[in-house]
């Protein structure tokens, strides 16, 4: 997908990381992004920028100057599609909102991002990556089996919102190719949040909410479940069917197990104790080994919960996205 959207400039002003993210895949499918710079820009460079802004085009503009805001008007004269994430209100009071914009440019795909909307109660909220998750459920949904709910350690809400941008531009653009229409895109990181968690938990069944109910009991089989190995490492199962159970506790030693193993588990559960015992036994890598080896790998999915900096060389260390 690298040609995908070759043709397509993209003008960023004023992104934050789910912004940025959202041009850094655009660019990777093909796409010219400028990033319009500020002027003085404390902190200097950090990581973030190295990654995400890769491929870019830049420009500093300060837009309350009326030669900087002319240069920026010609470049979104041009562009296909502008994504600014000022705080609500902040794009009129300098000329750049979307009406202003679609005046010059009708067929403009005009992308604003927050936190909470452009307009309602919360809109002038801060907006911050783990206040989304907590307050979204997701937060208590990646704790739910742990004794405290812990800070992540990624920013799911940042890049959650920036795909769901770059999902919602490219079906945008698509509808201009017919109507030759542009639009403007009120994409917040709450409901991106919330969206994520519907395919967990947007469930009701008559007029009854229940949300996370099956996710919840199958994170308690110790079939599906996260077992420590002897040097520290952790060993991710699967088996989620008879076939995959059976095979699993069949590879372990001890198949009439495996009813137990699709139960809902407690600390009384033999399967769940036999599994805890059996992976403490070895190295996560000799897991590992068994686990792409003869039926296991067939039936009984299972993998190692890996540290970041172990991926080095793998599919998950790949800078670029995801489709290609």
């Not at 002038?124 to 998750?133: I, P, S, T, V």
């Not at 800070?151 to 030759?180: E, H, K, V």
């Amino acid at each position: 997908m690298h040609d995908a959207l070759k043709g397509i400039t993209v003008l960023e002003v004023g992104v934050m990381t789910p912004g940025k993210y959202c041009g850094f895949l655009m660019t990777g499918w093909g796409a010219t992004s400028i990033r319009v710079e500020r002027e003085f820009s404390s902190g200097g460079i950090n990581n973030e920028d190295l990654l995400l802004n890769r491929g870019k085009k830049s420009v500093v503009l300060n837009l309350r100057d009326e030669g900087d805001h002319a240069a920026f008007l010609d470049l979104a004269r041009e562009a296909d599609v502008l994504i600014e994430s000022y705080r609500p209100g902040v794009t009129e009071r300098l000329g750049i909102d979307y009406d202003a914009i679609r005046v010059i440019n009708p067929g403009i795909i005009y992308c604003s991002l927050s936190g909470f909307g452009q307009s309602g109660p919360d809109a002038m909220r801060a907006a911050y990556d783990m206040l989304f998750q907590a307050e979204s459920g997701l937060l208590h949904a990646l704790n739910a089996n742990a004794s405290e709910i812990a800070a992540p350690q990624t920013y799911i809400a940042d890049a959650t919102n920036g795909l769901m941008a770059a999902f919602a531009i490219c079906a945008s653009l698509q509808g201009r190719s017919s109507t030759g229409q542009g639009r403007h895109i009120d994409l917040s990181m709450q409901e991106t949040m919330f969206s994520l968690l519907s395919v967990s938990h947007g469930t009701m069944r008559d007029g009854v909410v229940v949300s996370g109910r099956d996710a919840a009991q199958r994170s308690l089989r110790p079939a599906n479940n996260v077992y420590r190995a002897r040097d520290g490492r952790h060993i991710v199962i699967t088996a989620m069917s008879e076939n995959s159970c059976r095979a699993l506790f069949r590879h372990l030693g001890n198949e009439d197990l495996w009813r137990q193993g699709l139960a809902i588990g407690d600390s009384e559960n033999p399967a769940k104790a036999f599994l805890q015992e059996q992976f403490a036994q070895n190295d996560g890598q000799h897991w590992v080994d068994r686990r792409d080896a003869g039926e296991l790998a067939r039936r009984a999915p299972a993998g190692t919960a890996s540290f970041l900096r172990q991926l080095g060389g793998s599919r998950a260390d790949r800078s670029g996205p995801a489709w290609r």
